[in-house]
């Protein structure tokens, strides 16, 4: 409980940065489902005046959150992608996406989980979706959620700080971050294995081609 103390004691302390942190974490290679959503509401909860501010910056950190993630995968291209978010599971977006790639990039944007909201945005950058469009679409669509939920928080904040002040909300915050911490390890890990399994790929296939061309030179000799 000391460690979600000192996680969120540090996110209030930097106040209108808290959001715009977590949202890049949150729309990148990390998984922190509900992340900023607690962040802007426990924020909107204790400071009403910064409102606007919170919200913004939230969806400024997603967009920025979701030009990394849309950079990477579009250098790594479909078949890197298939490999790191399951054959299966691309597959399955990819088609659903491809045709109407605005609509599931607002629909990530406004979800909450378990919308595969990562998966979608490098699908969609792999399949080289206008990044510019990516980007506005993700920003406005969190801008709504973010605002929603900063109402909800207006309305109900003192009941969300006792909530949150409670042992056992503490102690399933523990859990949960500690979970997606893990989670988070496992999917940079995999986001950073394939540039090195395409590099071994590319290697093996230049060796390849060396080999074939020593042995059509002995046959012609």
Known sequence: MSFLSTLFGFLFRIGYFGPFVVGILDSS???????????????VAQHHAGTPWYVLSAALGSTVGVLVLALVSRKLGEQGLRRIAGAKRYETLSKRIRSHAGLAIAIGGLA???????TVIAAV???NYP??????INFFARL????????IALKFGSNV?????????EWAMTAF???????SGYSIWKWLKE?????????????????????????TV
């Open 29 to 43: 290679f990390l998984i922190l489902p509900f992340g900023n959503d607690f962040v802007v509401v426990g924020l």
């Open 112 to 118: 909450p989980p378990p919308f595969p909201f990562t």
């Open 125 to 127: 950058s792999a399949l």
């Open 131 to 136: 990044l510019w469009r990516t980007l506005t």
């Open 144 to 151: 709504a959620r973010f605002t929603v939920l900063a109402l």
């Open 161 to 169: 700080l006792q909530i949150a002040k409670s042992a056992p909300f």
């Open 177 to 183: 971050i500690a979970a997606c911490l893990m989670a």
């Open 195 to 219: 540039p090195q399994r395409r590099r071994r790929a590319t290697r093996a296939s230049a060796e390849s081609k060396t080999t074939d061309s020593k042995t059509a030179e002995s046959k």
